[in-house]
C-alpha cells in the first residue's frame, strides 16, 4: 500500500510561483513513474506532467515551459517536485499527485494523493 501526501498549495497572484510536494511511503516501488494531475471546479481531471527514470519527462501543453517536475528517493521515501511558474489564473484547481502502475507512462497511475488546492488570482 502506497500512501501519497501532497503539499505547498495555497493562494498566489497571476504571475507567481508555487512549488509542489509529494512524498511517498508505504509498500514503495521507488522505480515507477509519478506524475501530477489537476481537476478544476466543473471539469474532468486532467494531466499536468510525469516524470520516469527511463522515458524523461513529459507535461502537458498547457504548461509547458512553466512547469517544471522533479524527482528524488531517498532509503525509505520517494518525493516528487512541481515547480510551478508563470502561473495563470486557468491553473487553478486541485492538484494530484500520482504514482504510476509501472516504470513507464503505460497503464496510467495506480496510487493517488488526496490533492492540494491552488489558487492563482487574477
Known amino acids: 500500500q502506497v500512501q501519497l501526501a501532497e503539499s505547498g498549495g495555497g493562494l498566489v497572484q497571476a504571475g507567481g510561483s508555487l512549488r509542489l510536494s509529494c512524498a511517498a511511503s508505504?509498500?514503495?516501488?521507488?522505480?515507477?513513474?509519478m506524475g501530477w494531475f489537476r481537476q478544476a471546479p466543473g471539469k474532468e481531471r486532467e494531466f499536468v506532467a510525469a516524470?520516469?527514470?527511463?522515458?524523461?519527462?513529459?507535461?502537458a501543453d498547457s504548461v509547458k515551459g512553466r512547469f517544471t517536475i522533479s524527482r528524488d528517493s531517498a532509503k525509505a521515501t520517494v518525493t516528487v517536485y512541481l515547480q510551478m511558474n508563470s502561473l495563470k489564473p486557468e491553473d487553478t484547481a486541485v492538484y494530484y499527485c500520482?504514482?504510476?502502475?509501472?516504470?513507464?507512462?503505460?497503464?496510467?497511475?495506480?496510487?493517488w494523493g488526496q490533492g492540494t488546492q491552488v489558487t492563482v488570482s487574477s
Open positions: 500520482a504514482m504510476y502502475g509501472s516504470v513507464s507512462f503505460l497503464g496510467g497511475p495506480a496510487s
Open positions: 508505504g509498500s514503495l516501488f521507488s522505480n515507477r513513474a
Open positions: 516524470i520516469t527514470w527511463i522515458a524523461g519527462t513529459r507535461y
